[in-house]
């Protein structure tokens, strides 16, 4: 069989938790790694009489997401039920939105290999999260915690715009970049903050949507990538032995890199959503929608092209630069320090920072965005070398000296005194005749003799002057 | 009246059992609901708004300031069993 012969198609459901203080219906902590049934409220137990009342910070980050995805926000707006029994949701409904979602075709443009891709975003909805359940292997009960019931989602749903694994995980990662800009979750995904389901399916190149397998609950970008591979994988191979897909939801098990059928109960899947009486319609006014308009910060996407046109940054170097807000802010905290050489600045976070600390604690690295313009500027004004740069910033690392105290202090500076290179050279060529034959054959020789100037200076010897005088000495006639 | 397999179906969804009996009760009973609801057919409503809200109340919100926080105790008192400070429920098939 050929996977050439096929197309993948690909559409995502994520849902994002947003970073309130409480949940979506009622004033119990979203805080999570709780002890089990202790941040629970009567509202999220589904207590007769009580009345859900809406958060007012999740309406404004539902639009802020839209706004960012370039949505159509609908300004009147309904939260309907989702009827299903489990025991993870106590009312027997989930408080979601149907037919008339807070935002609408919207859009989102990343870069995957330096090339432009757009998917379309379906739809937006707010909703509640259910509860969590555990199973016990041998035991007749389940476990179910609460904590977790009522906690603010949006789902954000996008067009099966795209083609490849690869193409799923840009999306992703662009996605949770905006909503960690937007200040509306904090993209853990481990912790649950942020989970896709892909809904996967194959087809002849050309030919008819295939049936779809929905791929739940996947908490990681790698297993997301093998998930999909998997599963496109899985399709092509029934089909090709002439077997049909089956319409179902697949989990995946990371171990044995498989996807496999969630085992439920057999029933019909009927909502029977209808608007939910408790909550009247969410009327969104123009004053209100322009405030949080004004709101949104600089997105990714909008970065990396000011980066590019305002620095004259690589399209490489501003993606690695805007992916996460915090290294974004270090970048340009570090740039208003030092404003000369941004590209130098681009090249010190991505090569040395970034070696020394997580993208996401960079706000608290030990060389904070201002000592890293000190260093920057000695360079550019040649107070010291590249060579010797490296040796300040892993000086740096472990005292709190800025680098002009440490080049000091240590005595570091640059020796850009051709008087003093000069004499070095003098004397190397006189110690070495025979290197000086061998330079006169093969000019790559010119190495060696820069290699031994630095180490007699201890590498402070300012690079630019020692390749000039040893190019002039060496190509002058023997005395 | 309506179809059996509409009772049986929406009784499933419900997590009811219903024996034979209560089937042909409950497809007499919806059917007449649903004959009478028909009524509403009969009304022209081109261009009629679908009405969502009967009556038009402004939605409160609240602030995000934690407040309500039940006693763990007393969010499993009504719990006919609970375990590990968990509600145990007959066991779901799945997602493991």
């Known amino acids: 069989m050929s996977m050439q012969d096929w197309e993948i198609v690909i559409g995502c459901e994520v849902h994002c938790q947003l970073d309130t203080q409480t949940k979506i219906f009622s004033g119990a902590p979203t805080t999570f790694g709780m002890e089990a049934n202790t941040q629970v409220a009567s509202v999220d137990l589904g207590l007769p009489g009580v009345l859900p009342v809406l958060n007012e910070k999740v309406i404004g980050f539902a639009i802020k997401a839209g706004l960012a995805l370039e949505c159509t926000i609908n300004q009147v707006n309904e939260f309907a039920r989702k009827n299903y029994f489990y025991p993870d949701l106590p009312k027997?409904?989930?408080?979601?939105?149907?037919?008339?979602?807070?935002?609408?075709?919207?859009?989102?443009?990343?870069?995957?290999?330096?090339?432009?891709?757009?998917?379309?975003?379906?739809?937006?909805?707010?909703?509640?999260?259910?509860?969590?359940?555990?199973?016990?292997?041998?035991?007749?009960?389940?476990?179910?915690?609460?904590?977790?019931?009522?906690?603010?989602?949006?789902?954000?749903?996008?067009?099966?715009?795209?083609?490849?694994?690869?193409?799923?995980?840009?999306?992703?990662?662009?996605?949770?970049?905006?909503?960690?800009?937007?200040?509306?979750?904090?993209?853990?995904?481990?912790?649950?903050?942020?989970?896709?389901?892909?809904?996967?399916?194959?087809?002849k190149r050309g030919a008819e949507l295939g049936t779809r397998c929905e791929l739940k609950n996947i908490n990681s970008f790698k297993f997301i990538k093998d998930a999909i591979n998997y599963e496109a994988f899985r399709q092509v191979e029934l089909i090709e032995a002439g077997g049909l897909v089956r319409q179902e939801t697949r989990l995946y098990n990371p171990d044995r890199g498989i996807t496999f059928t969630m085992r439920t109960k057999e029933e019909a899947h009927d909502y029977r959503y209808f608007p939910d009486p408790d909550l009247p319609s969410i009327v969104i006014s123009d004053e209100e929608l322009e405030?949080?308009?004004?709101?949104?910060?600089?997105?990714?996407?909008?970065?990396?092209?000011?980066?590019?046109?305002?620095?004259?940054?690589?399209?490489?170097?501003?993606?690695?630069?805007?992916?996460?807000?915090?290294?974004?802010?270090?970048?340009?905290?570090?740039?208003?320090?030092?404003?000369?050489?941004?590209?130098?600045?681009?090249?010190?976070?991505?090569?040395?920072?970034?070696?020394?600390?997580?993208?996401?604690?960079?706000?608290?690295?030990t060389i904070t965005p201002t000592r890293l313009a000190g260093l920057i500027a000695l360079l550019d004004d040649k107070t010291i070398n590249g060579k010797i740069a490296k040796t300040v910033f892993e000086k740096m690392l472990t005292t709190a000296a800025s680098a002009e105290e440490i080049v000091s202090a240590e005595g570091l500076r640059q020796v850009s005194d051709s008087g003093a290179i000069e004499s070095v050279v003098d004397r190397l060529i006189e110690e070495n005749p025979d290197k000086v034959e061998q330079y006169r054959a093969k000019p790559k020789m010119l190495g060696w003799f820069v290699g031994q100037v630095m180490k007699a200076m201890k590498g402070k010897a300012n690079p630019a002057i020692v390749n000039d005088i040893l190019v002039k000495k060496l190509n002058e006639e023997p005395k | 009246m309506i179809d059996r397999s509409e009772v049986v179906k929406m009784a499933a969804l419900s997590k009811l059992e219903l024996g034979e009996e209560e089937i042909a009760h409950h497809q007499d009973t919806l059917g007449q609901i649903l004959d009478y609801i028909k009524t509403l057919d009969d009304v022209d409503t081109t261009g009629v708004q679908p009405t969502i809200h009967p009556i038009h109340l402004e939605l409160l919100l609240r602030e995000d300031v934690v407040d309500g926080v039940l006693s763990r105790e007393d969010v499993l008192k009504n719990a006919p069993q609970s375990q590990n400070g968990k509600f145990a429920v007959p066991k779901m098939i799945g997602d493991t």
Request: glycine content about 6%; charged content about 25%; overall charge negative.
């Open chain 1, 291 to 365: 405030a949080i308009r004004k709101e949104l910060p600089e997105l990714p996407a909008e970065k990396r092209e000011r980066y590019q046109s305002s620095f004259s940054l690589s399209v490489y170097d501003s993606e690695v630069l805007a992916a996460d807000k915090h290294v974004a802010q270090y970048f340009e905290t570090s740039i208003d320090a030092f404003s000369k050489t941004p590209k130098i600045t681009a090249n010190w976070i991505i090569n040395e920072v970034l070696r020394e600390t997580k993208a996401s604690d960079v706000g608290h690295f």
């Open chain 1, 92 to 203: 027997g409904y989930q408080i979601s939105q149907a037919e008339l979602p807070i935002c609408e075709h919207g859009k989102l443009d990343f870069f995957l290999n330096g090339q432009s891709k757009r998917v379309g975003i379906t739809r937006i909805h707010m909703e509640e999260d259910a509860g969590k359940s555990s199973h016990l292997s041998g035991k007749p009960i389940s476990l179910v915690d609460l904590n977790r019931a009522g906690t603010p989602l949006v789902e954000i749903v996008s067009e099966p715009d795209m083609g490849s694994a690869d193409e799923v995980v840009a999306y992703l990662k662009e996605l949770r970049a905006i909503v960690l800009y937007l200040g509306i979750c904090d993209g853990n995904m481990e912790e649950g903050s942020f989970r896709c389901d892909a809904n996967v399916s194959v087809r």
